[in-house]
């Protein structure tokens, strides 16, 4: 198993820009979350979708930011307008509800924007 | 506001002696703890984890005890190794979700 991969690694771009980071998460996981790891907050949980269905989008930190999953094997975390406020490092990550042993994260996108 | 805490950011130890890490959360909703390890530029990795139910899980030279009564839990490395060295992160979830509330880490340097 390849584990989640996420895509890009790095991504630097203008600030007013979109951005749009991928995710897949590893097969026959129902449950996918992204974070957003800051010094100052540590990993804050954006949003997560169980079984392709958002059900807490509480941590997404305003409209510019919004995030999908139209299948099991692929979600998208998008800024639109970028600010450089969103420079951070973005993890995705996936689980199989109920195993108990957390999750299993990406290697993340280190998103700076200027 | 922050549910879970982690108020020290770093900590240096001695390789071969005792690193204690520690970790307090606000919500008594919680009732599954964990612990992850994360290397520079790599996702954080599951490390150990301990119910409610429970005050104490071994898993090697790694274990979490759990204090509900003080809402506060902590991590015992022994003995420590160069290979320690990473950023640990305490994690809780709770009330019947899958959501994974995360502190804001201690990184932990081990010197020979």
């Known amino acids: 198993d390849a584990g989640v991969i996420q895509s890009p690694r790095h991504e630097v771009t203008e600030m007013g820009q979109e951005v749009t980071l991928r995710c897949k998460p590893i097969?026959?996981?129902?449950?996918l979350f992204w974070y957003r790891q800051t010094m100052m907050r540590g990993l804050e949980l954006l949003i997560y979708?169980?079984?392709?269905?958002?059900?807490?989008d509480s941590g997404m930190p305003e409209d510019r930011f919004s995030a999908k999953m139209p299948n099991a094997s692929f979600s998208t975390l998008k800024i639109q307008p970028s600010e450089p406020r969103d420079s951070a490092v973005y993890f995705c990550a996936s689980s199989y509800t109920g195993t108990g042993y957390g999750y299993t994260f990406g290697s993340g996108t280190r998103l700076t924007v200027v | 506001d922050q549910q879970v805490k982690q108020n020290s950011p770093s900590l240096s130890v001695q390789e071969g002696r005792i690193s204690i890490l520690n970790c307090d959360y606000t919500n008594s909703m919680f009732d599954y703890f964990l612990w992850y390890k994360k290397y520079p530029a790599e996702g954080p990795t599951f490390l150990i984890s301990?119910?409610?139910?429970?005050d104490k899980n071994e898993d090697g030279r790694f274990t979490v005890f759990l204090n509900k009564s003080a809402k506060h839990l902590s991590l015992h490395i022994v003995p420590s190794q160069p290979g320690d060295s990473a950023v640990y992160f305490c994690a809780a979830s709770g009330g019947n979700t899958d959501k994974l509330i995360f502190g804001t880490g201690t990184r932990l340097q081990v010197f020979p």
């Open positions: 979708f169980n079984n392709n269905v958002p059900i807490d």
């Open positions: 097969s026959g996981h129902n449950s």
């Open positions: 301990i119910s409610s139910i429970k």
